[in-house]
């Protein structure tokens, strides 16, 4: 089994309710890593959809068929390259004993614990934990935020 652990600095605008990632830092333990570049990657993809997640998508669904409630996804939100900071992502060597080349996989481990990290983070910033994603300027105008920059 493939493991991390992710850490967020993020900023709030107590004022708009405006959360922006200043950066971000995963470190995991996939197995033995064959190609870096790839696994990079695919663990700096995971927690860019990761940002995504807690901070802009948000799909909304009639109560009574569980459709979409929108036509078309013309106004979904997702993270777009200015939301995306400094993502950085390294590994530490853990072979799998039960494979004869230790490899464990990479998959998705990525975006696991990213919106975790983001949600931790706001709420290091704000005194405010936000346990429904996303984090919207509405949600954390609410949410009474105390008057602080970053955490």
């Known amino acids: 089994h493939s493991f991390g652990a992710q850490f967020a600095e993020v900023a709030v605008d107590t004022s708009s309710g405006e959360v922006r990632v200043r950066r971000m830092l995963g470190i995991f333990a996939a197995g033995r890593i064959v190609n870096p570049l790839t696994a990079r990657s695919q663990f700096v993809g995971g927690m860019t959809w990761g940002i995504s997640m807690a901070l802009h998508e948000e799909a909304v669904r009639d109560q009574a068929s569980g459709s979409h409630v929108s036509a078309d996804l013309a106004g979904y939100h997702f993270a777009a390259n200015a939301d995306v900071p400094?993502?950085?992502?390294?590994?530490?060597?853990?072979?799998?004993?039960?494979?004869?080349?230790?490899?464990?996989?990479?998959?998705?481990?990525?975006?696991?614990?990213?919106?975790?990290?983001?949600?931790?983070?706001?709420?290091?910033?704000?005194?405010?934990?936000?346990?429904?994603?996303?984090?919207?300027?509405?949600?954390?105008?609410?949410?009474?935020?105390?008057?602080?920059?970053?955490?």
């Open 86 to 151: 400094l993502v950085e992502a390294d590994w530490v060597d853990d072979p799998d004993a039960d494979d004869p080349v230790g490899i464990k996989g990479i998959g998705e481990i990525g975006i696991v614990g990213a919106a975790a990290a983001i949600a931790n983070a706001v709420w290091h910033a704000t005194g405010v934990r936000h346990r429904h994603l996303p984090i919207r300027p509405d949600r954390v105008l609410l949410s009474g935020a105390r008057d602080t920059a970053s955490g």
